[in-house]
């Protein structure tokens, strides 16, 4: 046998190794589904390629000496050429493309051409000339597609250009010298075959890039793996025995000894890598990362979760449950569940989909992989063996893949999964990242869901504890109306008008209790209607039953009076607010005065004193914030923010002039009729709610 081996020539020997690398392309090719124009001139190429190698690998023959030589040669290059012409724009169908003028005139030459060539011998130059025109027009084909090549498209088209542009190349200088000097030149005849075979791994990558010819190549990962490690040992092998060689030439008298050990030392690291396991699934995720096609569309697939994410609403119970489906549908399973981890035993289930709750043997699990991988984001394949298996059930386990939910700091809940039966996927690096990607992005909405119902549970505090001190300041105003009465009751106890007045006023009080105890019963602002009253008239009941209890009394100036149509009790409240603020703010003997104006559609009042006045910065930054009060424990905070809120609301503005030790004037501008004027949303501001 080793006999017969040494028998082929250096040519066979090459014309071998391509005649087998375009046999494997052509079944590649065949194996394929689509049925394109491109498709079927390829496989043509690559058959003619084949049999043009086959021929020269089982013959001696002299290239271009024999009939059947120069009918090869011109078939394969002519079906490139169609190749390239028909890869230049979409083709209908194979017979629309032969009937075009443009390929009966090349069918036409190049029939032309085998007929002259037939007849022209080995030692005409002829013959080489017309054969290196066939290859100018290969290297013109493969520019101009480069060229109507976009962008994008451009990479997918590099691998092909290289390819067949080396391997025109070759073709145009093998017979350029030849058509020089009337005959191949041996050496690079002898070193075509190995030139093609090499060409073949880089066109196979190339066809596989474009995806406008649909030729999908399935090429297993486990052959080009195997294939990589057999090449990788054989050059590592050629780079030994060079160094071998060089260690002998050098070595001296120690030159067998050193060419020894470093030959056994390099076959048994090479053993050790070939047989590593480590070794092996490194360079397999290479090899699947940099020369396979990605198991998935990550541009689709990235739109299609988030468009499944933005369509949750994060309010409805079956929150959960949607998170869920969108998460299962990400790589296309069915059944699954989302847990959270309570405690490291105490596990919520939060939606269930297409399958049954949780086994016990499931639950122990669970136990162990937070004890194990609580600080880690290990992704579990339950198809793959693993040591928190140990001692279980596997037939109670319902589902195949567990994945984390991590929040910043801890293990926060998990999700599994399990296909229909037969089509579960392997976890392997691709799909370990990407469904990192994905848990990321689900667990970021997670936790925004836990922090909105955090939000909205304090928003409901908030919101509580606000209307209390809008309660209590005015339970503020009844004891200050209760002060007042039982002040006078002192003076006047005897007198029926004031005892009359007095259960008025109680009757007043009363009710107002009752409104806010209603509100603090319902949890909501209690509604008051909309009534129609003088201003003047209730102005001067604010002063006189409010204010009238402490110094200095303010002064009312009526210049023209009108009537509004507004919640009458709180805008009473109002007012009170800020004349018991200037009152706050103005000695005994200064001076308070509430002017009323009405010009036009407007109504103009406008409080001043000559009280301590504020600063500008006081004004800007602290007098409207609510809850910031100057009076210490005897003040809530809230009455200039109320008054600011009412009048704006109702479509007015609220002004301040002040300036320290002069005083400050409040001006406040209504619209009037306004009633008339407000939108019915607005109404139900003004009314209190």
Sequence with gaps: MVAAMLAFTPEQIGFALAALAYGILS????????????????????????????????TLAIPYAEPMSKVLEWLRQLLLILFLLAALQPQSG????????????????GALWLTIALFLPASNSLLYTGSLAFCVVQLA??????????????????????????????????????????????????????????????LTLSIRRITVWEIKVYISRDVVLQSTLVLAAGLYLCLLALTGFYLRYVGGSWSELLQTSFIVLGFVLMLLLLLSATVRRKVKVFIEKHFFANRFDYREQWLKLTQGLRQVDLNQPSRFQQILGVWLDSIHYQQGALLQFQTPTQIK?????????????????????????QNDAWQLDLSESDELTTGLDLAELKFQLLLPIRTKDQLWGVCLMQANAGQPLKLNWELR????????????????????????????FAAFSRMSAFVVHDLKNVKAQLDLLLRNAVKHKHNPEFIEDSFTTLAAMQQRLDHMLSQLTSKQSPTHPLRSFTVAS????????????????????????????????????????LLDNAQHATADDGQIRLTLDASGEQLKIEISDTGSGMTADFIEHRLFKPFDTTKGNAGMGIGVYDAKTFIEQAGGSIKVQSQPGLGTTFQLELPLHLANNIQPAAIALLQGS
Excluded: M
């Excluded at 049925?35 to 690559?46: E, G, I, M, S, Y």
């Design 94 to 109: 194979i017979t629309p493309f032969l009937l075009k003028p443009h390929t009966l005139l090349t069918l036409l030459l």
């Design 141 to 202: 084909l493969l520019e101009a597609l480069y060229r109507k090549a976009s962008d994008a498209e451009k990479w997918q088209y590099k691998p092909l250009i290289i390819a067949l542009g080396a391997a025109a190349v070759f073709d145009f200088v093998l017979l350029a010298e030849s058509a020089l000097f009337a005959r191949v030149d041996l050496q690079l005849w002898q070193a075509r075959g190995f030139v093609f075979a090499l060409l073949v791994p880089v």
């Design 27 to 58: 079944l590649l090719i065949l194996t394929t589904r689509t049925n394109n124009v491109p498709k079927q001139l390829l496989l043509a190429f690559t058959v003619s390629s084949l049999l043009w190698a086959f021929w020269y690998a089982t």
């Design 433 to 460: 990242d990407y469904l990192s990607v994905v848990s990321e992005q689900i667990a970021a909405l997670l936790q925004l869901i836990q922090h909105s119902d955090k939000l909205s549970e304090n928003a409901q």
């Design 538 to 577: 209730l102005l001067e009941q604010v002063i006189s039953q409010r204010c009238a209890n402490k110094l200095p009394t303010p002064e009312l100036i009526v210049k023209q009076d009108a009537s509004l149509t507004l919640d009458k009790e709180r805008f009473a409240n109002i007012i009170f607010h």
């Design 349 to 373: 289930v939060l939606a269930l989909q297409q399958r049954p709750a949780l086994t016990e043997t499931e639950l122990t699990l669970l136990e162990r992989y937070y004890q194990q991988h």
